[in-house]
């Protein structure tokens, strides 16, 4: 005779397990979207990083190649280094102009605005027609300047409309807004 007992699963055993495994496959997936959604995140965050080193060590290169400001027995052939901060509407210029054997007139003007474009950088010729602008920073980066003065006292605008002999500038800041409303800021010490 045999044995009324079965060797296999029931129905609602094999059901059980395939509701088991579908609720896990269902979780995995979900994990590994979670994880391509940080990556992604992670991935934009660092280029906005890269991109904001890249804007700092630029401006850096820039000054590092402005000449310190002239003194008594200067000729005019070494000139001097020149830099300018303005805020208008759009947004806020810098502009450093310094003597150059690249050009014919001898100076050259770098210049760099900061508006609701991003970030542009141009050098050219201070004679000559206006050089082409570069994007540096999207339309998504803010970016400001200040220029601390030998008193201590941080200026948005340089030359100050009341301009006094005695104030220097000595230190030039940048401050580039980052992912979380975060600001990395870079301070130069000026020639």
């Known amino acids: 005779m045999r044995d009324g007992r079965q060797g296999g699963m029931t129905l609602i055993e094999i059901l059980v397990a395939m509701s088991l495994l ?10 590994f979207g979670s994880l391509l959604i940080s990556r992604e995140r992670l991935m ?3 280029e906005q990083w890269v991109d904001a080193a890249r804007a700092f060590r630029r401006l850096e290169g820039d000054l590092t190649g402005q000449m310190p400001a002239p003194t008594q027995g200067q000729g005019p052939s070494l000139g ?14 810098l502009t450093l102009q310094s003597f150059s054997a690249r050009y014919p007139g001898g100076q050259e003007r ?11 950088w141009a050098a050219g010729d201070a004679q000559g027609a206006a050089p082409t602008a570069y994007v540096l920073l999207g339309k998504d980066a803010a970016v400001r300047w200040r220029v601390m ?7 948005e605008n340089w030359p100050p409309r009341e301009a006094s002999l005695a104030r220097s500038p000595r230190a030039l800041e940048m401050r580039i807004r980052m992912p979380g409303n975060e ?9």
């Open 183 to 191: 600001w990395a800021k870079r301070i130069w010490a000026l020639p």
């Open 110 to 120: 770098i210049s760099y605005h900061a508006g609701a474009q991003g970030l542009s």
């Open 22 to 31: 579908a609720l896990l496959s269902v979780l995995g997936y979900k994990a």
């Open 80 to 93: 001097g280094s020149q830099l300018l901060l303005q805020s208008d509407g759009d947004g806020q210029t």
């Open 44 to 46: 934009q965050t660092s």
């Open 149 to 155: 003065l030998d008193d201590g006292n941080w200026l």
